[in-house]
């Protein structure tokens, strides 16, 4: 599997793009603020023909490319209902008014793309010759989601701003809950294997095993 992560200007936000190899189809993992020029690039590089857009969750920092990406490249987005509104009105998730100031921009804009399509729990999608598991785990906001996929090496998950090397995401904004977030860790989290792969949100990649041993928030639950 073919897992390249490009770092978002604001915030850190890792945007990932997945393939079975290069020349092959693959899928754009939250593509945040500027990472268009660097995508590109990538995408040239390997020889890459992007088939869908998904997001781990409806924050802006993950989801302020998604219309630029998916109607350049005419790719559907994928997202948990809970988080769908988001997409064209991210003030919404951020506690603030429709039309103000984000970062100090104003006047920014946003809409859906023409094509947006439902990551259900349990759900098994098959894109770019990859098989992508969901896993609804609410607590960061009502729609987050993991997103496992199965590798020659190890399996991989792709867990957003649920679960971070050594801490999980903030659950202090609208949406957010602590005790949902406890338990998607109970539930979607400890049972996973020792050796899954974990591409977080933010932040550099780890595994369920190291942090089941080193995560205060994990080793609290066990």
């Known amino acids: 599997m073919l897992i390249e992560c490009i770092e978002a200007q604001l915030l850190g936000t890792n945007c990932f793009v997945v ?12 593509p945040g603020v500027g990472v268009g020029r660097q995508l590109d690039e990538l995408i040239q590089t390997y020889r890459l023909h992007p088939v869908a857009v998904l997001l781990t969750h409806g924050h802006l920092d993950h989801t302020f490319s998604v ?3 998916c109607q350049a490249r005419d790719v559907p987005a994928y997202i948990h209902p809970a988080d769908r509104r988001a997409l064209a009105d991210p003030w919404w998730l951020m ?3 429709v039309g103000a100031p984000i970062w100090g921009a104003a006047n920014l804009t946003f809409a859906e793309p023409d094509d947006v399509r439902t990551l259900d729990d349990g759900a098994t999608i098959p894109l770019a010759g990859l098989d ?3 896993r609804h785990a609410p607590g960061h906001t009502e729609g987050s989601v993991l997103l496992r996929a199965e590798a020659a090496e190890a399996p991989v998950a792709f867990t957003g701003d649920v ?6 995401g903030r659950t202090d904004l609208p949406g957010g809950s602590m005790p949902a977030m406890l338990d998607s860790l109970k539930r979607v989290i400890l049972p996973m294997a020792d050796e899954v792969i ?4 933010h932040g550099p990649g780890t595994t369920i095993g190291r942090e089941r041993a080193t995560n205060p ?4 639950l066990t």
């Open 19 to 30: 393939a079975d190899g290069p020349g092959e189809q693959c899928v754009v993992i939250d």
């Open 67 to 69: 219309l630029p990406v």
């Open 95 to 97: 506690g603030l008014p």
């Open 132 to 134: 992508f598991t969901i």
């Open 163 to 168: 679960l971070f090397a050594g801490s999980i």
């Open 198 to 201: 974990v591409c977080p949100g």
């Open 217 to 220: 928030f994990l080793r609290e």
